[in-house]
């Protein structure tokens, strides 16, 4: 039994900003599964045990106990998911078994999200930090086809930049001055679309910058001074994953069936983002970016956000015409986005977006029903 004096972060692999640090891990062969200390489980707000496992004792005995399934970062060591039984206490908050070490000497290159879906297994790679910036925004694109098509991917970076930038203008209220000179109008469409698609007038801290990019399927990590602008960004892409979620539950046939589906949800994102990973396969991709681009589309209110940031109707009314071409664009492109990193963004610097109203009141009178 060896003592490692390293942190270990655990992570929740549904919410995963939600995490808790050990400041050391215990590595015993004698156990196969590992064991977490209930006091380190409990940081993780909102996981859930999945089941019992039997712990054996050195007598041969043997006691059953909670099983859960979490992430684990230690280094730039990822491994998703990794099961652990629940003990009350311990030498360590952690201890790692022969079954992980074993993972470990077939760690992959390959991302998580390359890993086919259908094989339940713990994907454990080697993960630059960089990665995983608390600053930043990691997108993993999965492409319809074995390659990148470049002007597919030059669509999706405009249209995220777009959004960025329409942020920046509404958060910042960049153009939102009353002493323009001459044509008002002219001028002030001109530059809020020539900072919308140019960057123009934008401070260095205020641009959308890529900071770590790879193949295979393309991961971007995006990054942003304007914390406000930045939250449209990773809110946009959290919200319609949860949406999709919310699809998936509302379409239960039964409570029981209900039920079922919350447990198997957290499961399979728990297995490599099994949930949506089975469906990116090349059959069902188009169907899953179908699910997707209705809820971009359908889901979040991004004209009321701008009524309510920006004043000035021709701004404004530029700004709704960029951001409705820049999501089109979004959904068109024949990637499907999986969300990997959501930035820390404190509550003070983020700009909420709303969410569409879906009640029978905001139906057009042909659609509402009695």
């Given amino acids: 039994m060896s003592t490692i004096h390293r942190e270990c972060k655990v992570f929740d692999p549904v919410n995963i900003t939600t995490s808790a640090v050990a400041p050391k891990f215990i590595i015993d062969t004698w156990h196969s599964q590992g064991l977490m200390q209930s006091s380190l489980f409990r940081q993780l707000s909102g996981v859930s045990p999945s089941g019992v496992t039997r712990v054996m004792l ?20 990822r491994a998703l998911p990794v ?26 290159a390959k991302g998580i999200g390359g890993y086919d879906a259908d094989n339940d297994i713990t994907a454990v790679t080697i993960e630059p930090p960089e990665k995983y910036d608390p600053d930043s925004l990691g997108i993993r694109l999965v492409p319809e086809g074995k390659s990148v098509d470049a002007i597919q991917l030059e669509k999706f970076l405009r249209s995220v930049r777009t959004i960025h930038n ?34 123009c007038n934008l401070y260095d801290q205020n641009t959308l910058h ?93 004209r009321a956000k701008l009524i309510e940031r920006i004043e000035d109707p021709e701004i404004r009314a530029e700004a709704e015409r960029q951001i409705d071409q820049a999501l089109k664009d979004l959904v068109s492109s024949n990637f499907m986005p999986v969300i990997e990193n959501i930035p820390k963004i404190e509550p003070s610097e983020r700009d909420v977006l709303l969410m569409k109203k879906q009640d029978k009141d905001n139906l057009p009178p042909d659609k509402r029903m009695d």
């Fill in 166 to 199: 329409v942020g920046v203008i509404a958060c910042e209220r960049l153009h939102q001055h009353n002493d323009w000179q001459g044509d008002n109008a002219r001028r002030k469409v001109g530059a809020v679309a020539n900072t919308i698609t140019s960057d």
């Fill in 83 to 108: 099961e652990f039984a629940l003990v009350d206490d311990g030498a360590a908050p952690l201890l790692f078994g022969s079954i992980f070490l074993e993972k470990l000497f077939d760690m992959q």
């Fill in 210 to 302: 890529i900071s770590w990019i790879e193949n295979g399927s393309v991961w971007l990590s995006l990054k942003s001074g304007s914390k406000a602008a930045f939250s449209w960004l990773s809110q946009l892409f959290e919200k319609t994953t949860d949406a999709r979620l919310r699809k998936t539950i509302a379409e239960a046939a039964s409570a029981e069936e209900d039920a079922l589906i919350k447990q198997l949800t957290r499961d399979e994102i728990a297995n490599a983002k099994k949930w949506e990973q089975r469906r990116i396969a090349t059959k069902h991709i188009k169907d899953t970016r179908k699910d997707w681009q209705q809820t971009v589309l359908g889901e979040i209110d991004f």
């Fill in 58 to 77: 050195s007598s041969g005995m043997y006691v059953e106990r909670p099983l859960v399934k979490v992430g684990i970062q230690i280094g730039n060591i």
